[in-house]
């Protein structure tokens, strides 16, 4: 005899597999605080390790299994929860606050429009983007959120990093408190913070690999996401457009004469300042590019 479910009720998802003869779902299709789906996903593996064993199951349950990798029976026609338990219409993805959630997500993770640039003495300068002096940048985001990194010029200057300690998502981020550090061959940096604002995405990517940072400063190698609280003030500190030019301009020339200063280094005319500067240069003391450029101790 097949049970008829009545108007209104929505039968269980283990009914609709054909797993059992009647169930009505009680818990809007969220399987995960529903105690009979527990009891049945237990059940199921139980009697899956006796079957796999050759020992006989019993009982009324005996013929429940689950298939190799699967956590549950799927309904015949694919639904979310929302729309199984009529409580959304179908396929209306764009109403739906969990759909918005994944669009928020991909987007926050994707990578940004790369910046307009000029070059300085081989330091690609953005020019629409916003430069901290601590050599961080913020790019503004049609969402109204503000994209950060680091720049071009502090990537050259202390080369790539083994290590970076990040904020986390959630985090209140404040205007020249240190924001982040990053560690190379065991000495630290800390970086200032370019704004106030909290955390609402890190890149996955930099926290995997530090050193994508340093390759692609502008594109891949950006830091985080922030919702600022203080915009219009923090901007106004910052630089922007040919007044970054003007500044890395300085900023190459004060390297420039630490170089010429310590080591008698010069460069020759039209020449470009030499990537990893530390790295080539480590007689130059890692604290006294920290402190000179990134504003830290």
Not at 89 to 107: H, I, S, T
């Amino acid at each position: 005899m097949v049970n008829k479910v009545k108007e209104g009720k929505k039968p269980c998802i283990w009914m609709e597999a054909g797993v059992i003869d009647f169930k009505i779902c009680n818990h809007e299709f969220d399987c995960s605080t529903c105690e009979f789906d527990r009891a049945m996903t237990e059940t199921a593996a139980q009697n899956l390790a006796l079957w796999k064993a050759a020992e006989p199951t019993t009982g009324q349950k005996a013929q429940v299994f689950l298939r190799q990798g699967q956590r549950r029976p799927r309904p015949r026609v694919k639904k979310c929860r929302h729309m199984a338990s009529g409580s959304a219409p179908a396929y209306l993805c764009r109403e739906c606050c969990f759909e918005q959630l994944l669009e928020d997500q991909a987007e926050l993770l994707a990578a940004p429009d790369r910046p307009k640039v000029q070059q300085v003495f081989g330091f690609a300068v953005p020019t629409s983007s916003y430069l901290h002096r601590g050599h961080t940048w913020a790019a503004l985001e049609n969402t109204g959120r503000v994209r950060i990194g680091l720049d071009d010029f502090s990537q050259k200057v202390l080369g790539p990093a083994d290590k970076m300690k990040l904020p986390s998502p959630g985090q209140e981020f404040h205007h020249d408190a240190v924001g982040l550090t990053l560690v190379r061959q065991g000495k630290k940096a800390a970086v200032l913070a370019p704004l106030d604002g909290i955390i609402e995405a890190v890149n996955p990517k930099v926290r995997k690999s530090p050193g994508l940072a340093h390759d692609d400063p502008y594109g891949e190698g950006w830091l985080f996401v922030v919702t600022p609280t203080n915009l219009k003030p923090d901007l106004e500190n910052m630089l922007f457009g040919q007044r970054n030019v003007s500044w890395i301009e300085n900023e190459s020339h004060r390297l420039l004469g630490l170089l010429e200063s310590s080591l008698g280094v010069t460069l020759p005319s039209g020449g470009t300042i030499i990537d990893d500067v530390y790295g080539h240069y480590p007689q130059l003391g890692w604290e006294r590019l920290v402190q000179e450029f990134l504003l830290t101790a």
